[in-house]
């Protein structure tokens, strides 16, 4: 079992920069698929990005590709999302998310995080 918390939103003006970090703690954090998705108001959770375990092949929703770059380090239990060039449509909760399975589908991740707000003024 992985418990994850997110830590990195907050505040941040259109054009500008965030990091979220997602912290795992329990066993076997490199043999989850690490993923990101977000959450507005209103909307249906939808995939942000993906990273698998070993090989760090990393997956995007489009209309994000070029703006926001998912890493992680295994050493460390930690994935993180790189958000550049943010917009007032990005804001939303950021959740982070382990599974075993590749995919960009919420519900086939087996663990989450408690999710962090983003919020771009413009």
């Known amino acids: 079992q992985v418990q994850l918390v997110e830590s990195g939103g907050g505040l941040v003006q259109a054009g500008g920069s965030l990091t979220l970090s997602c912290a795992a703690s329990?066993?076997?954090?490199?043999?989850?698929?690490m993923g990101w998705f977000r959450q507005a108001p209103g909307k249906e959770r939808e995939f942000v990005a993906s990273?698998?375990?070993?090989?760090?092949?990393?997956s995007y929703t489009d209309s994000l590709k070029g703006r926001f770059t998912i890493s992680r380090d295994n050493a460390q239990n930690t994935a993180s999302l790189q958000m550049n060039s943010l917009k007032p449509e990005d804001t939303a909760v950021y959740y982070c998310?382990?599974?075993?399975?590749?995919?960009?589908?919420?519900?086939?991740?087996?663990?989450w995080g408690q999710g962090t707000q983003v919020t771009v003024s413009s």
């Open positions: 998310a382990a599974g075993l399975l590749i995919a960009i589908e919420a519900r086939r991740f087996d663990y």
């Open positions: 329990g066993r076997g954090f490199s043999l989850y698929v």
């Open positions: 990273i698998r375990q070993n090989s760090g092949l990393t």
